[in-house]
Nanobody
Framework: QVQLSESGGGLVQAGGSLRLSCAAS????????MGWFRQAPGKEREFVAA????????YYKDSVKGRFTISRDNAKNTVYLQMNDLKPEDTAVYFC?????????????????WGQGTQVTVSS
């Protein structure tokens, strides 16, 4: 059984930092992308960042470029999201996803596996 387990969310003041982790178990994701999405109350789930299996291809939502960094450790089957200079508008539940073909790594519909989500709250 495949499971994605996120950790690292919490409450932080604007300008602060958090590091999210997502550990996958049950299978590896060789040649597939892993990504982070988020969903704020009353809004649709949106793409945040994604990374190819080799880590050589990354994509970011425009509003997080320069502040967020996605990385992965395939030996640990884990993907990370380092979030710096957090803003109140970053407040959301953040979800880890895995299993999308690299060419579709920004599309939530193409991911086969999802974590349960971790809350990130940024106070002003």
């Amino acid at each position: 059984q495949v499971q994605l387990s996120e950790s690292g969310g919490g409450l932080v003041q604007a300008g602060g930092s958090l590091r999210l982790s997502c550990a996958a178990s049950g299978r590896t994701f060789d040649n597939y992308a892993m990504g982070w999405f988020r969903q704020a109350p009353g809004k649709e789930r949106e793409f945040v960042a994604a990374i190819s299996w080799g880590g050589d291809i990354t994509y970011y939502k425009d509003s997080v470029k320069g502040r967020f960094t996605i990385s992965r450790d395939n030996a640990k089957n884990t993907v990370y999201l380092q979030m710096n200079d957090l803003k109140p508008e970053d407040t959301a539940v953040y979800f880890c996803a895995a299993g999308a073909p690299i060419v579709f790594m920004k599309s939530p519909a193409r991911y086969d596996y999802w974590g349960q989500g971790t809350q990130v709250t940024v106070s002003s």
